[in-house]
């Protein structure tokens, strides 16, 4: 009688590796990126530096999974000091590389039980569907625009979309809007009180919601405790 391959002990043990190999994979890649952007927020010669490689390294904890931290104020601060297309090559290099680890990371994510839970419900399939039909104008529309890009890093992974044309929509949609950016701050240059003013409005309007789900918790936690007492 013949055996199914996937069943063999050899083969259970080849899974297990790989998976173990994807966990560690991914550690990497988080504390990569954590350890990044603890850099830059501790260091004030980071946050003021006009050093190129700051632009490059500041783009990994920026466009990471769902980002904290906002690009467009660095790249008009860097326009002040390089040329749109210099601040454009080196933000798009670190941006592409991002990408590709924000393609890993969520395949990881979402090859999870809990994921592949919401993969099967009826509305995210017609999201998904939806996105097949135009996968590359959709991510470089998203790109291109100023509309939140994070949802499109889940479709790529979920619709399967090839990680090369994703990278590729990405440089093509990035590439101007950084160009643009960087434009913009070469030929204004804002005060760096602005920037600063630019930066805390776009980190609260990108976590608002974080901080809303935050305080809804601990209201909860708190009513429990209450009732709990009486």
């Known amino acids: 009688m013949m055996t199914n391959q996937d069943n ?3 083969s259970s043990k080849n899974t297990k ?5 994807r966990t560690l994979l991914f550690i990497i890649q988080v504390t990569l990126v954590l350890v990044l952007l603890i850099g830059w927020l501790s ?10 490689w700051v632009l490059f390294f500041y783009s990994f ?8 931290v906002p690009h467009e104020p660095i790249l008009l601060y860097f326009g002040k000091f390089y040329s749109p297309l210099t601040v454009a090559v080196v933000g798009i290099i670190g941006t592409v590389m991002t990408e590709a680890i924000n393609y890993s990371a969520f395949n ?8 592949q839970k919401i993969r099967h419900k009826k509305a995210v399939n017609k ?3 939806l996105f097949r039909k135009f996968p590359f104008l959709a991510i470089w529309i998203a790109g291109l625009t100023p509309v939140p890009f994070y949802p499109f890093r889940f479709l790529v992974v979920l619709a399967r979309y090839p990680v ?11 590439t101007p809007r950084f160009y643009l950016l960087a434009y913009l701050g070469h030929e204004i240059k804002f005060p760096d009180y602005l920037l600063i003013i630019l930066f805390v409005i776009l980190i609260l309007s990108m976590n608002i919601q974080l901080l809303r789900n935050v305080l809804k918790r601990r209201r909860m936690k708190e009513d429990a405790d209450s009732s709990g007492s009486a």
């Open 108 to 115: 990881y994510i979402t090859d999870t039980n809990f994921f």
């Open 164 to 174: 090369l044309k994703y990278l590729l929509a990405v440089f093509l949609s990035r």
């Open 43 to 52: 260091f004030k010669i980071l946050r003021t530096s006009k050093n190129l």
């Open 17 to 21: 590796k790989s998976s173990k190999i």
């Open 127 to 129: 999201i998904i569907e």
């Open 61 to 68: 904890p920026s466009e990471f999974l769902i980002a904290i």
């Open 8 to 10: 063999t002990p050899g």
